[in-house]
């Protein structure tokens, strides 16, 4: 009887100790307001996608180029107005990458820009790399947006 109590006790500690060292390990799961399809119409990107998955982040244009990649971590960090993701990823062949991007809110929705670049990206639900017949379009800036906008 005494030997089941101290066994008893000492699977609940070592519950106990898990549970806690699961609550310290970085989170590799995608917070909600990065997950979605991210578009822009950029010249050099404006036939790319980047989605954002619960666990993914893939990267993908209409030639057919498709990156899928694993979240490792993410981290998150405020600047001004906008809020800093480092986001580290890992290919299938297991070549760990990171990217840094603001995220912020306009009157023409949520924005991604990656550190050091120009290019916003806007959150959407339209896919790009979808046949042209069955394609939405993104849509267009409200008069006086600036010409970064990932809508004009």
Same mark, same amino acid.
Request: hydrophobic content about 35%; charged content about 30%.
């Given at each position: ?81 906008? $809020? /800093?993701?480092?986001?580290?990823? &890992?290919? +299938? #062949?297991?070549?760990?990458? *990171? ?27 339209? $896919? /790009?790399?979808?046949?042209?017949? &069955?394609? +939405? #379009?993104?849509?267009?800036? *409200? ?10």
């Amino acid at each position: 009887m005494k030997a089941s109590i101290k066994l008893q006790k000492y699977a609940a500690c070592l519950l106990i100790a898990m549970l806690a060292a699961c609550h310290l390990l970085p989170s590799r799961s995608a917070p909600e307001e990065l997950i979605r399809l991210w578009v822009t119409r950029a010249p050099t990107y404006k036939d790319c996608e980047i989605e954002i998955k619960p666990h993914l982040i893939i990267f993908r244009n209409e030639a057919g180029y498709v990156s899928i990649n694993y979240l490792k971590k993410i981290g998150k960090q405020k600047v001004a107005e906008k $809020m /800093l993701y480092s986001i580290f990823f &890992e290919d +299938k #062949e297991g070549k760990e990458s *990171k990217i840094q991007v603001y995220r912020f809110d306009t009157d023409y929705g949520s924005i991604l820009q990656f550190k050091h670049r120009d290019e916003e990206w806007i959150r959407t639900h339209t $896919m /790009l790399h979808t046949p042209p017949a &069955e394609r +939405k #379009e993104i849509p267009q800036a *409200k008069s006086g947006q600036g010409q970064n906008s990932p809508l004009t």
